[in-house]
């Protein structure tokens, strides 16, 4: 009789089979990791190490996680790649990034449905000429969330790349434009770091992704100003985007019965 092989506590994020849900949310910030957690019905922080920290909890039944991956492509494929080691299916980011559509409204929350491929990291793993797409059913169900919540939303492309102070409003306004002038013709909405890297590498391991962006500046009107407190009740509707989401995977993937046994 072969022996079952034992997963190992995964070197970079230091969890182990079992400490986490099947739909694992992923911000950049390690602080926005808590503020997703308090979204919970209830939660736990199960590990932190590095950039890497992640609550565990439920949300109406259902176990989910949250793990933050740091800025860029190559932390967030680490995360992503040990996540899945330890029971990971479905994937969501949860970030922000920058418009590039003057017509967008700011801020505005950006369901992301394939992403232009700018990134090094996953030019690492494939060719260039292979697709940065959204799994079909998480937009389905982002999208499914979003109609329920009454949230406004807009699907669209991803622009990800690697170099944030040469192509955001804090870089030099005629060259990051000029820099981005194509995408901006070709219709792509926002500019992030992750979603390129995270959506191949989630469809080449035979998992879900897809992201939400709170959109908190335009870079064809860097003087807008955005009032903090705007840009937080998006972050928080993106959240329970995610987490609404979350809830339908579960019922998508097991007729909703794969939730957490509620202690006597």
Not at 25 to 32: A, Y
Not at 138 to 155: N, R, S, T
Request: net charge negative; hydrophobic share 40%; aromatic share 8%.
């Amino acid at each position: 009789m072969m022996e079952e092989k034992t997963v190992a506590r995964q070197h970079h994020i230091d969890l182990l089979p079992g400490d986490i849900g099947e739909t694992v949310l992923l911000p950049g910030d390690v602080s926005r990791a808590e503020v997703i957690a308090s979204h919970f019905d209830n939660a736990e922080k199960i590990a932190h190490k590095r950039q890497y920290v992640t609550y565990t909890g439920s949300y109406k039944g259902v176990k989910v996680s949250v793990t933050s991956t740091g800025i860029g492509g190559p932390a967030l494929a680490i995360a992503v790649e040990e996540l899945i080691r330890v029971g990971a299916k479905n994937f969501i980011r949860v970030g922000t990034g920058g418009g590039l559509q003057s017509w967008l409204p700011v801020p505005a929350t950006i369901i992301g449905t394939a992403a232009v491929r700018g990134d090094g990291t996953s030019r690492e793993y494939f060719p260039l000429e292979y697709p940065a797409a959204a799994d079909f059913y998480m937009v389905e169900v982002l999208m499914k969330a979003a109609q329920e919540m009454g949230a406004d939303v807009f699907p669209g492309y991803i622009r990800g790349h690697d170099a944030f102070y040469a192509e955001s409003i804090f870089a030099d306004k005629v060259d990051y434009l000029s820099r981005g002038r194509e995408w901006i013709d070709a219709g792509v909405l926002i500019v992030s770091n992750e979603s390129s890297t995270l959506f191949p590498l989630a469809m080449v391991r035979g998992c879900r992704a897809g992201t939400i962006l709170t959109l908190v500046d335009c870079h064809q009107r860097p003087e807008l100003v955005v009032d903090q407190e705007a840009i937080n009740e998006k972050i928080s509707i993106s959240i329970d985007l995610a987490l609404e989401a979350a809830v339908k995977l579960n019922t998508l993937d097991h007729g909703g019965t794969k939730r957490i046994k509620e202690k006597k």
